[in-house]
């Protein structure tokens, strides 16, 4: 089976550094993705990785630790757009369809 | 390209009533997916067609049916509704299959926010 562990809420000041962890228990683990969700609106795509290490795209990183099951969304210079749920999602080896964690509310203050 | 269009945005039913939501993607995508979002519930699969003329249940697919009309078409039916289907149901769509095991990144409608009374 898959889960996935992730905070309910993050809280975090404008222009500061926040770290988003997700811990996944999922047979035949083949990669993680994060996908940003607006209050209100669709959730779209972040990144993925299949592979250990930081994946950096703009402000937003994302980090994968296969042997300790565990991944992490970076976001550098907050803004207050940055506010909105941050779900990871793992997929398994064989499937293509990813098991979504319960996602993680982001409020950024001024 | 519009993406992934769904219809309606909003609907109220009252218990044991039917409707279809509607979703299209104009990606030429293989497979598409329909899930259901409650509050602190994360994204829940409830059927997903990996291609044209093949569908299959997910994580929640009780109480509801599912029809792919064709490549862009995929419709999801409540043929008896009850107030636990009250929730927000997006449809996505992905590569898929043919698209190999790269990341099958999902593209998101807007979602239908479902009342049932």
């Known amino acids: 089976g898959q889960s996935l562990e992730q905070p309910s809420e993050v809280t975090a000041v404008e222009g500061a550094i926040v770290q988003i962890n997700c811990t996944y228990q999922?047979?035949?683990?083949?990669?993680l993705s994060w996908y940003q969700q607006h209050d209100g609106g669709a959730p779209t795509f972040l990144s993925y990785?299949?592979?250990?290490g930081l994946e950096e795209t703009g402000r937003f990183s994302s980090f994968l630790s296969r042997s300790d099951s565990y991944g992490y969304l970076l976001l550098q210079e907050l803004q207050m757009k940055d506010s909105a749920s941050y779900f990871c999602?793992?997929?398994?080896?064989?499937?293509?369809?990813?098991?979504f964690g319960r996602g993680t509310s982001l409020i950024v203050h001024p | 390209n519009a993406g992934v269009t769904q219809t309606p945005k909003f609907q109220v039913l009252k218990t044991g009533q039917s409707m279809t939501l509607q979703c299209a993607q104009d990606m030429n995508h293989n497979s598409m997916y329909w899930y259901r979002q409650d509050p602190g519930m994360g994204l829940r699969l409830i059927y997903y067609?990996?291609?044209?003329?093949?569908?299959d249940k997910g994580e929640v697919p009780n109480g509801y049916n599912v029809s792919r009309l064709n490549k862009r078409e995929f419709s999801l039916r409540l043929e008896s509704a009850a107030p636990s289907q009250t929730s927000v149901y997006f449809c996505?769509?992905?590569?898929?299959?043919?698209?190999?095991?790269?990341?099958?990144?999902?593209?998101f409608g807007p979602g239908t926010r479902l009342t049932v009374l």
């Open positions: 996505a769509s992905s590569e898929g299959l043919a698209g190999g095991f790269s990341y099958n990144e999902q593209f």
């Open positions: 067609s990996a291609s044209e003329g093949t569908t």
């Open positions: 999602a793992s997929r398994r080896r064989g499937s293509y369809i990813p098991t």
């Open positions: 999922t047979s035949g683990f083949y990669g």
């Open positions: 990785n299949a592979l250990d």
